[in-house]
């Protein structure tokens, strides 16, 4: 009267099945009703199987997606740029002042010296923070296609412009932009990105309908701004609008504490990312402090991903150094070497000065100090220092 079947998967127990049997006129097998019963149990278990399975994947991706929000923060935090130096922990202090602001940002330095990273630090630390961050470099892109990629375009406004498509100022919201390289802006469009910041408003290319912008701007450049207004090719008063911040990142020949600090980092990242456990020399490290790194983070980043990559034992050496800084080392070993040789080679040639005159007078010293233009203490101090004896008394 009873029957029961478990709802199973593979060997995974999911729940169990049964029925009341009803007993009428017509006898059916009890091996048929459970033969039944075990078919529908199966199909229950893989609907069950397949919701617990959608179910674990949509936790999972939210799960993940929290995480990657606060990865992301947390990545571009001030406390995760690296540097340790005076100059740096300046660095550190104007993004602390200025990060909660709504002033605009514009980023001095060399290439390479991390001026994205300290972009996007500010914005992870303002109140955008939950807005977008939309990066553009002003020198990647030909300057016909500049305006189009900054405001957008409507259908139909130039040949080949098949649809609406939104610019950078529009994604961005009221998050943050951060156009880097200014100083390559085109004159031509300077006065909209002016608009921009004064008015918080544009048109999209072959529109008419403004729209407006509250978004924060982040310049960045490596040029010389200052010279590029006083020869007319940066006008002067986005120059202003621009610098209401301006924050200096130094580059890295002058905070050198930091490259042990950069190289440690860097090596840990790229072992991980290569599986390997490569470790840096003293000597490389000696290099690599002397250095004088035009590239600045950027290029000791890409030095150090490239050893590790190429190293074929488990310690970075010498040899594993690329060409320029083999170069750079010896031509500064052989520096080192003249510089300490030197002084022992004007001391060679003063001894054999003081023994050539003394020998012309007889040994007489004081008279040997006045052709040498020193007195007979200077000369005695002298023949004592280099231990001058005549021939028949030295041993």
């Known amino acids: ?9 593979k060997n995974e127990i999911l729940g169990v099945l049964s029925v009341d049997r009803l007993f009428g006129s017509k006898t059916i097998s009890f091996e048929e009703d459970l033969r039944l019963l075990k078919i529908i149990a199966s199909l229950i278990a893989q609907f069950v199987k397949l919701h617990m399975e959608v179910e674990k994947e949509r936790e999972a991706f939210l799960e993940e997606k929290e995480d990657l929000k606060q990865q992301l923060k947390a990545k571009y935090k001030v406390e995760n740029i690296i540097g340790q130096s005076d100059r740096m922990q300046e660095v550190f202090e104007a993004i602390h002042r200025v990060a909660p602001s709504k002033a605009n940002v514009l ?5 390479g010296t991390g001026k994205e990273l300290v972009a996007k630090a500010i914005h992870y630390m303002s109140q955008r923070a939950k807005c977008p961050f939309i990066k553009f470099n002003c020198a990647s892109i030909p300057e016909g296609l500049l305006e189009s990629e900054l405001f957008g375009h409507e259908k139909g406004a130039f040949t080949g412009a098949m649809s609406m498509r939104k610019g950078r100022f529009e994604l961005a919201g009221n998050g943050t932009i951060f156009l880097d390289e200014i100083g390559d802006l085109p004159l031509a469009l300077q006065p909209k990105i002016l608009r921009v910041l004064q008015e918080k408003e544009f048109e999209r290319v ?7 912008a509250d978004v924060r701007l982040i310049a960045a450049t490596s040029r010389d701004l200052e010279g590029f207004v006083a020869d007319g090719k940066f006008r002067e008063d986005l120059y202003y609008r621009l610098n209401v911040v301006p924050v200096f990142l130094p580059p890295l020949w002058e905070r050198k504490e930091d490259i042990p600090l ?13 599986q ?11 290099v690599f402090m002397n250095y004088e790194w035009p590239g600045n983070v950027r290029e000791i980043e890409n030095t150090i991903e490239r050893m590790v990559v190429m190293s074929a034992g488990k310690v970075i050496t010498m040899s594993d150094l690329p060409l320029n800084m083999k170069d750079q080392s010896i031509r500064s070993r052989y520096a080192a070497q003249i510089k300490d040789a030197l002084p ?12 050539d005159v003394l020998q012309r007078t007889g040994w007489v010293q004081a008279k040997a100090a006045r052709l040498l ?6 000369i005695g101090y002298k023949i004592a220092k280099y231990n001058i004896q005549p021939a028949g008394e030295r041993s």
Do not use: H, M
């Open 1 to 9: 009267a009873f029957l029961c079947v478990p709802i199973k998967f």
């Open 276 to 286: 390997r456990s490569i470790s840096i020399s003293p000597e490389v490290l000696n």
């Open 107 to 111: 980023l001095r330095g060399e290439s």
């Open 344 to 355: 022992s080679a004007i001391e060679d040639i003063e001894k054999t000065r003081i023994l």
């Open 206 to 212: 072959g529109g008419e309908r403004t729209i407006k």
């Open 373 to 378: 233009g020193i007195t007979p203490r200077q």
């Open 262 to 274: 950069l190289a440690e980092f860097f090596l840990k990242k790229y072992n991980k990312e290569n």
